[in-house]
């Protein structure tokens, strides 16, 4: 069930088809993506929309199960890991390997690509849907 606050064509259609557990990921323009993928990137410049502001509007359109991040945002960009979490007390969130996130990638319903850009490393988020 989506609300159409994302005004972008693709995404917003991508938002609309999606299923129950279908995974919709959200990355930063430093993630490598592997080919095959569904990616719509919504990057303008550097930093623009920021990995938070694609994560909001999205989560305004749909209704998430759970979510997962890199495995290593914890340790490395902890500040963008807690907004993560005071951003969705509600749902149980966990990390995921960077193997497992590159299958996931392979297999989701969309990668959407935003504008935020580390320099060390590269933030990615993963929700599962659910129904209602």
């Given at each position: 069930?989506?609300?159409n606050?994302?005004?972008?064509?693709?995404?917003?259609?991508?938002?609309?088809?999606?299923?129950?557990?279908?995974?919709?990921?959200?990355?930063?323009?430093?993630?490598?993506?592997?080919?095959?993928?569904?990616?719509?990137?919504?990057?303008?410049?550097?930093?623009?929309?920021?990995?938070?502001?694609?994560?909001?509007?999205?989560?305004?359109?749909?209704?998430?199960?759970?979510?997962?991040?890199?495995?290593?945002?914890?340790?490395?960009?902890?500040?963008?890991?807690?907004?993560?979490q005071?951003?969705?007390?509600?749902?149980?969130?966990?990390?995921?390997?960077?193997?497992?996130?590159?299958?996931?990638?392979?297999?989701?319903?969309?990668?959407?690509?935003?504008?935020?850009?580390?320099?060390?490393?590269?933030?990615?988020?993963?929700?599962?849907?659910?129904?209602?």
């Open positions: 069930m989506i609300k606050t994302v005004i972008n064509v693709e995404l917003g259609y991508a938002l609309a088809t999606a299923r129950h557990k279908d995974a919709i990921v959200i990355c930063d323009a430093n993630m490598p993506i592997p080919d095959g993928c569904n990616v719509i990137d919504v990057s303008l410049i550097r930093g623009v929309p920021t990995l938070e502001q694609t994560m909001c509007a999205i989560l305004n359109d749909l209704v998430a199960e759970r979510y997962e991040v890199f495995e290593l945002m914890p340790q490395y960009n902890d500040t963008m890991y807690q907004k993560i005071s951003l969705l007390p509600q749902l149980p969130g966990g990390t995921i390997s960077q193997d497992r996130l590159t299958e996931t990638m392979q297999k989701a319903k969309v990668v959407v690509r935003t504008g935020d850009f580390w320099q060390l490393l590269y933030d990615g988020i993963i929700f599962s849907l659910r129904n209602g």
